[in-house]
């Protein structure tokens, strides 16, 4: 079974650029994730998105992140503009969904490591 | 809100002798717990998870971790370090709804030869 897929794997932009992940989860799989991952820190939650509808996004920056599930399967990232605050590795997860009750896995993706300068 | 604490940001152990990964949690819900690692520039992979079920928890490559609900905690074992087990690990609760993880900020695991 093929994992959950991201690219770029690096990217390196100056301040106030624009930048984009994309992510494309396991087959089937209903629940897509993205977090920010700072580093010497634990991931943070930064959207999820259930189908290609999001579920939760309290804790992504709106004034320059965006995010978007086109016909609930691929996902992308967009940070406009780049801040240097924002150099960290995003990750991207996915998992069935089984109901409010489940516990299944979260799978990862490698990540997208991005500095800013 | 839940959270989990690591109480330890990096351990160093020899290869052959325990590993013991210490982690404290709160929640309001009874929680799921989990374990993830990170080698470097690899992706989170599941160790083992708790889900209300027993709480001594066998996951993979050796590793285990019991639920004391009296303590919270949830700390993670392996009788035997492996140099290969060297990493990154992350003590994780969910909500157990949306299953929204929370991590802790991870302990950096050392083995030395």
């Known amino acids: 079974e093929a994992g959950v897929a991201q690219s770029p794997r690096y990217k390196i932009i100056e301040k106030r650029q624009s930048v984009a992940f994309w992510c494309n989860p396991i087959?089937?799989?209903?629940?897509l994730y993205w977090y920010q991952q700072i580093l010497g820190q634990g991931p943070k939650l930064l959207i999820q998105f259930q189908n290609n509808g999001v579920v939760d996004d309290s804790q992504l920056p709106k004034d320059r992140f965006s995010a978007e599930r086109l016909k609930g399967v691929d996902s992308t990232l967009k940070i406009q503009p780049a801040k240097l605050e924002d150099s960290a590795v995003y990750l991207c997860a996915s998992r069935t969904y089984r109901g409010a009750k489940g516990t299944d896995t979260q799978y990862f993706g490698p990540g997208t490591r991005l500095t800013v300068l | 809100a839940q959270s989990v604490t690591q109480l330890d940001s990096h351990v160093s152990v020899s290869e052959g002798t325990p590993v013991l990964l210490r982690c404290n949690y709160s929640s309001s819900y009874s929680p799921s717990l989990f374990w993830y690692v990170q080698h470097p520039n690899k992706g989170l992979q599941l160790l083992l998870k708790y889900t209300s079920a027993a709480t001594l928890v066998k996951g993979i490559n050796g590793f285990e971790a019991e639920f004391k609900k009296s303590e919270t905690s949830f700390h993670l074992t392996k009788p035997s370090a492996h140099m290969s087990d060297a990493a990154e690990y992350f003590c994780?609760?969910?909500?157990?709804?949306?299953?929204?993880?929370?991590f802790g900020q991870g302990t950096r695991l050392t083995i030395n030869p």
């Open positions: 994780v609760v969910s909500d157990g709804g949306a299953q929204k993880l929370v």
């Open positions: 087959s089937g799989h209903a629940t």
